[in-house]
């Protein structure tokens, strides 16, 4: 260790606390920010410890580099995980709104290999306050303070952590047979990257045939979760029911925002009655309203007890799905709750009003 490093070191440990702030101001502020796009799968932050800054600024190449711990510009870092490459253009499009950006010091790693190498993709932004957010009372004591912010995807960070395990970790260095193996691993990432953001064009566009062919009244689509998404979104026939289970003590609910397959009920048993096209779906809906089926207050009525909420409370993909089991003959209906059984309870009260007709 050398006098500069540990001068420096002196100086930095005085105003680690402040930076230590710092990040934790942006992390709270991006998280706030972006969290409404959904753009982006984690955050990550971390302020630099004094081991860690001792051991950089003591590098050869380092070496009277610095006059100033505030020239070193990752003391504060934060990284974005995107999921997609286009989320990550987003993010870095709120980036420049939100930041003063140095330029001087950002780099895109993407735009720094060549055609034909593979390796670390990332796009890094060192970052200050803008006058009027650093004036803010929260901010004062971060004015002029840099951060260093890099924005990647998934799978350009699963590259990351493979490489530095493998290039950075190791004391020898990585043969060069094994190292071009990594490295076509990286290219199979990128690939997938790409794959990806094709996949996800490719729903939007399929997402906006189903929409146009809804509006026109044409349900004759086929059943998947993007189907079945619009068709719960728009649909007259459904909304009616969803009146009619509320006359008869339902409460409608939108989709638990953690749930992973909202749908999966509904197209699983959709599927499993034979049903192929969205419009079986809404026949069957129809149905019910229709025969304005007395059995839908039933099933509420048999699931009531002194220690429940004074509503039986669904969503519309479940409100479909019970419509679809009640649409069909019983002995089809016990069979179909049989093998994609409702929660507990509420099985209990349908096989209970099912068997009542029986």
């Not at 005085?14 to 502020?29: K, P, S």
């Not at 753009?39 to 302020?47: K, P, S, V």
Request: negative net charge; proline residues 3%.
């Amino acid at each position: 260790m050398s006098e500069y490093s540990q001068n420096l070191r002196a100086s930095y440990e005085a105003v680690r606390g402040t930076y230590q702030q710092f990040t934790e101001r942006n992390e709270a502020l991006l998280r706030d920010i972006l969290t409404e796009g959904g753009d982006f799968y984690a955050i990550e932050a971390r302020t630099k410890d004094l081991d860690s800054f001792e051991a950089k600024v003591d590098l050869p190449e380092k070496e009277q580099k610095y006059k100033d711990i505030a020239e070193v510009t990752d003391l504060s870092g934060l990284r974005i995980i995107c999921y997609l490459d286009e989320d990550a253009t987003r993010v870095c499009m709120r980036l420049a709104e939100l930041y003063d950006i140095d330029h001087d010091h950002s780099v895109n790693k993407n735009e720094q290999l060549d055609p034909d190498q593979f390796g670390y993709r990332s796009r890094h932004f060192v970052v200050r306050f803008p006058p009027a957010r650093a004036a803010l009372m929260e901010n004062e004591r971060f004015a002029g303070l840099r951060a260093e912010i890099q924005v990647r995807t998934i799978l350009q960070h699963a590259w990351a952590a493979i490489d530095w395990k493998l290039r950075y970790k190791n004391s020898a260095e990585v043969p060069q047979h094994l190292r071009r193996r990594v490295f076509r691993v990286s290219a199979l990432l990128e690939l997938a990257d790409d794959e990806f953001s094709s996949l996800s064009a490719s729903v939007a566009s399929l997402r906006e045939e189903y929409e146009r062919k809804v509006d026109a009244g044409d349900l004759s689509i086929a059943i998947d979760r993007e189907s079945v998404d619009i068709f719960l979104e728009k649909d007259a026939d459904l909304e009616a029911l969803v009146t009619l289970a509320k006359e008869v003590g339902y409460a409608i609910a939108p989709n638990h925002p953690n749930a992973r397959d909202p749908y999966g009920g509904v197209i699983s048993t959709a599927s499993r009655a034979g049903m192929t096209t969205i419009d079986e779906v809404r026949g069957k809906i129809a149905d019910v309203i229709t025969r304005k089926d007395q059995r839908l207050g039933q099933v509420v009525d048999a699931w009531k007890a002194p220690d429940r909420p004074p509503r039986l409370v669904m969503s519309k993909a479940g409100l479909a799905r019970l419509a679809i089991v009640l649409s069909v003959e019983t002995s089809q209906a016990i069979a179909l709750i049989g093998e994609l059984p409702f929660g507990q309870k509420l099985q209990d009260a349908l096989l209970q009003v099912l068997l009542q007709r029986e």
